[in-house]
């Protein structure tokens, strides 16, 4: 068994094997016993080996020596990646938790027999990692003809007649050949082609970046746990701390890149998925900016070590690891009751956390004015550093005015309320300003029970977010090593605040714009118990395109036509993929819609038949989108593509349907969980909704919200009207069995 060979240091090879085969046959044996070694005595054997290594890595050999010795490794491990496992993942990760890299203390991966440093091994998986990256495809780019026929099919169902006409001559003009289209089609292909993703970028900044408006309820989404009925503080911080030590599970895996690798589920079912935006949750933040935010990604770093801790209003660095090793649950409780205790000795003087709920370019303005003081950049880089934030919040409060507080009783039911925390805090007389709303995941655990997390989400969709949660949920209570000593523990440090007058204003004015956000948020919570995805699957239907007509037939029922309806969409099968937009306002659908509301004369037959052929539509659409056909990200390639070439924007961009086309009054998304929680969000334009649903097999839960402000919108009636849908559809379906079971 060899580690290490290089002629012209022997002894240090000698010395390195010897320590390797030493613990390795030390560790064999105890795993060959019945009742094996003790934990403390993995975790000697481990720390020996680790220190030993250092000495001789600080030692004074030459620098190119070891890099030529590291080199030698690498490549042996490139030449059998696919060999390569995590031997400690499975066999010894309950004895010790240590982070990868060459700074720091080493676990060992096994290949053929052979030991390997940890820090070597995450070099071999990264570099397997980009090759499985780069094996996937890439994003195609449609036909321009394929696209703007699809454009003018859906934008007939939600402008007049004359608009319809006009927009069409546009289409006409722009699909000329040697016009102006052909030339921006020829761009993208040749970005296409020079790109690992040619969408990306111009898709992150329209979707989410160049966009002003507060991150709070208009772009942050909330997954909200099941409700956990905390009777006192001490539990509140011991389901924090087995939580948080889920987490850090997880984040092991992203940073050896262990992650399984999700695949497809339909239409060339196993093919690999792309799952970037994994590995970016812990090592991302949203910056503002005064034109447009920045995305601050350092996926190369897994050596971050530290959360922040939001309570009181006030802001703590707790670091999670300690001499290289995780901190136990035990440590994690022993810290954040030291944090709770501390935040309860003085109320936040400035709740300065409210500052990035503002509109962004405000944001980023008050954001320079703090950074002009080196106390405040300090405290400013803690959490826009830190692994992720955990908020220790005050109880939920009642969803609506009138409604008793929360009690153990009756707060399992209040559906709403705990969305409504998760989401927003409440307003500044509760948890608002126990934020930070740049940060990519803020992990919320209230008094009274009400968890979940809020997600910044030009980051990652909801999926990674909820793989994460699912495997924090599985692995939580799980304990990885033994605890420490307290006094070995170092004191969580308060981040300070040297606040201007001018600062202390900002705040004030970021405190009225939370409260008056949080004020016009309308949202309701619908559980659909009459059936669930399995009666919709009986009837050969997707769930998917099912629940998506019944939204389009329920906007129409309340506001008498169609409108412009978002779903996201995965392209994950793809090559750095993100989403592209399925829509449901289909001429099929008006069809049947219009023969349901009996505003076309039809036999029940004849709506079946309309039905059957506006689901079919769906799915269609649905399959080409999820295959990189869909028309959003190729429309909006062609205009920026303008911008790039410094062509003027095409006429097709300026003319109002285009915008008609993207004013998403219903954006809605699927979220299939497998733990009991759900997702909510705001919807995305004043007059709109926003609809997240969950098909399970008996049920379907939906999470619906508008604004006051708009008197043409209602959650309640929104949902009201939903659920008559929901029963029409059903006996639609079921008038004639024998149709049914034929189709």
Same mark, same amino acid.
């Given at each position: 068994m060899t580690l290490?060979?290089?002629?012209?240091?022997?002894?240090?090879?000698?010395?390195?094997?010897?320590?390797?085969?030493?613990?390795?046959?030390?560790?064999?044996?105890?795993?060959?016993?019945?009742?094996?070694?003790?934990?403390?005595?993995?975790?000697?054997?481990?720390?020996?080996?680790?220190?030993?290594?250092?000495?001789?890595?600080?030692?004074?050999?030459?620098?190119?020596?070891?890099? !030529?010795?590291?080199?030698?490794?690498?490549?042996?491990?490139?030449?059998?990646?696919?060999?390569?496992?995590?031997?400690?993942?499975?066999?010894?990760?309950?004895?010790?938790?240590?982070?990868?890299?060459?700074?720091?203390?080493?676990?060992?991966?096994?290949?053929?027999?052979?030991?390997?440093?940890?820090?070597?091994?995450?070099?071999?998986?990264?570099?397997?990692?980009?090759?499985?990256?780069?094996?996937?495809?890439?994003?195609?780019?449609?036909?321009?003809?394929?696209?703007?026929?699809?454009?003018?099919?859906?934008?007939?169902?939600?402008?007049?007649?004359?608009?319809?006409?006009?927009?069409?001559?546009?289409?006409?003009?722009?699909?000329?050949?040697?016009?102006?289209?052909?030339?921006?089609?020829?761009?993208?292909?040749?970005?296409?082609?020079?790109?690992?993703?040619?969408?990306?970028?111009?898709?992150?900044?329209?979707?989410?970046?160049?966009?002003?408006?507060?991150?709070?309820?208009?772009?942050?989404?909330?997954?909200?746990?099941?409700?956990?009925?905390?009777?006192?503080?001490?539990?509140?911080?011991?389901?924090?701390?087995?939580?948080?030590?889920?987490? &850090?599970?997880?984040?092991?895996?992203?940073?050896?890149?262990?992650?399984?690798?999700?695949?497809?589920?339909?239409?060339?079912?196993? !093919?690999?998925?792309?799952?970037?935006?994994?590995?970016?949750?812990?090592?991302?933040?949203?910056?503002?900016?005064?034109?447009?935010?920045?995305?601050?990604?350092?996926?190369?770093?897994?050596?971050?070590?530290?959360?922040?801790?939001?309570?009181?209003? !006030?802001?703590?660095?707790?670091?999670?690891?300690?001499?290289?090793?995780?901190?136990?649950?035990?440590?994690?409780? &022993?810290?954040?009751?030291?944090?709770?205790?501390?935040?309860?000795?003085?109320?936040?003087?400035?709740?300065?956390?409210?500052?990035?709920?503002?509109?962004?370019?405000?944001?980023?303005?008050?954001?320079?004015?703090?950074?002009?003081?080196?106390?405040?950049?300090?405290?400013?880089?803690?959490?826009?550093?830190?692994?992720?934030?955990?908020?220790?919040?005050?109880?939920t409060v009642p969803s609506r005015p009138g409604h008793l507080l929360p009690t153990p009783s009756n707060m399992s039911e209040d559906m709403a309320a705990r969305t409504h925390h998760i989401l927003h805090g409440q307003g500044m007389g509760h948890n608002s300003a126990n934020r930070w709303m740049d940060k990519t995941v803020q992990v919320i655990v209230s008094e009274d029970g009400t968890c979940g997390i809020n997600m910044e989400h030009s980051v990652a969709e909801g999926i990674a977010l909820g793989h994460m949660i699912e495997h924090a949920f599985k692995t939580m209570g799980k304990e990885h090593g033994s605890s420490h000593e307290a006094f070995s523990l170092p004191q969580p440090k308060r981040l300070e605040w040297n606040l201007s007058s001018q600062s202390v204003l900002d705040i004030q004015e970021a405190m009225s714009t939370v409260d008056n956000l949080v004020n016009d948020f309308d949202l309701s919570i619908f559980k659909f118990d009459r059936y669930g995805r399995e009666f919709i699957k009986h009837q050969n239907m997707s769930p998917d395109a099912f629940i998506q007509l019944a939204l389009q037939l329920t906007y129409y029922k309340i506001h008498g036509c169609l409108t412009s309806t978002y779903e996201s969409a995965s392209v994950r099968r793809y090559r750095q993929g993100r989403v592209d937009v399925v829509r449901a306002n289909s001429p099929a659908a008006l069809t049947w819609i219009k023969a349901m509301l009996g505003q076309t004369d039809c036999s029940e037959e004849e709506k079946l038949r309309l039905f059957t052929e506006a689901v079919q539509w769906q799915q269609d659409y649905t399959l080409d989108t999820i295959l990189g056909y869909g028309i959003d990200l190729h429309l909006l390639g062609?205009?920026?593509?303008?911008?790039?070439?410094g062509l003027p924007i095409p006429e097709l961009f300026k003319d109002p349907s285009y915008k008609e086309l993207n004013t998403f009054r219903l954006s809605t998304s699927q979220v299939s969980t497998v733990s009991d929680y759900w997702m909510g969000y705001g919807a995305v334009v004043p007059d709109g909704y926003g609809c997240c649903y969950n098909p399970q097999a008996e049920s379907i839960s939906f999470c619906v919200a508008s604004f006051f402000s708009c008197v043409d919108t209602s959650s309640d009636m929104f949902v009201h009207s939903l659920e008559s849908s929901l029963l029409q559809m059903a006996e639609l379906c079921a008038y004639d069995p024998d149709t049914v079971s034929h189709r």
């Open positions: 290490f060979k290089h002629s012209s240091y022997f002894g240090l090879d000698l010395l390195l094997n010897s320590i390797s085969i030493r613990i390795w046959l030390l560790l064999d044996k105890a795993r060959g016993n019945q009742d094996g070694l003790s934990l403390p005595m993995y975790r000697r054997a481990f720390n020996i080996f680790s220190k030993l290594y250092h000495l001789v890595c600080q030692s004074p050999l030459p620098k190119a020596t070891l890099a !030529q010795i590291e080199k030698l490794l690498v490549g042996m491990l490139d030449d059998m990646r696919d060999m390569v496992q995590i031997y400690s993942l499975q066999d010894v990760q309950d004895s010790c938790r240590f982070i990868a890299s060459p700074s720091s203390p080493i676990i060992f991966g096994r290949r053929a027999g052979k030991l390997l440093p940890m820090h070597v091994l995450l070099v071999s998986n990264s570099r397997s990692f980009r090759r499985r990256k780069h094996a996937l495809p890439k994003l195609p780019l449609p036909e321009l003809q394929s696209t703007l026929d699809k454009y003018l099919c859906l934008i007939r169902t939600v402008v007049s007649p004359a608009e319809y006409a006009r927009t069409k001559r546009i289409v006409e003009h722009f699909l000329k050949p040697g016009g102006q289209g052909h030339q921006l089609q020829e761009y993208l292909l040749h970005r296409q082609k020079g790109t690992d993703n040619w969408a990306n970028h111009y898709w992150l900044n329209d979707m989410y970046l160049n966009i002003p408006l507060p991150l709070m309820i208009n772009s942050n989404p909330a997954a909200v746990f099941p409700y956990q009925n905390f009777t006192s503080r001490r539990e509140q911080i011991r389901f924090a701390a087995k939580f948080v030590r889920g987490m &850090l599970d997880f984040k092991y895996l992203t940073d050896t890149r262990t992650l399984p690798v999700e695949r497809c589920k339909y239409k060339e079912k196993g !093919q690999p998925m792309c799952m970037e935006q994994h590995y970016r949750l812990f090592s991302s933040y949203r910056e503002p900016g005064r034109e447009r935010d920045i995305q601050r990604t350092d996926t190369g770093t897994p050596g971050r070590d530290f959360i922040v801790v939001a309570c009181n209003d !006030q802001f703590f660095r707790l670091d999670v690891q300690l001499e290289g090793e995780d901190l136990s649950e035990t440590d994690l409780c &022993l810290q954040l009751s030291r944090i709770a205790n501390l935040a309860a000795e003085t109320d936040s003087t400035y709740q300065v956390g409210a500052l990035t709920s503002q509109a962004r370019p405000v944001w980023a303005e008050h954001r320079d004015r703090l950074l002009q003081d080196t106390t405040n950049r300090a405290s400013l880089y803690a959490l826009e550093n830190c692994l992720f934030l955990l908020c220790l919040d005050k109880p062609l205009r920026e593509a303008a911008v790039d070439l």
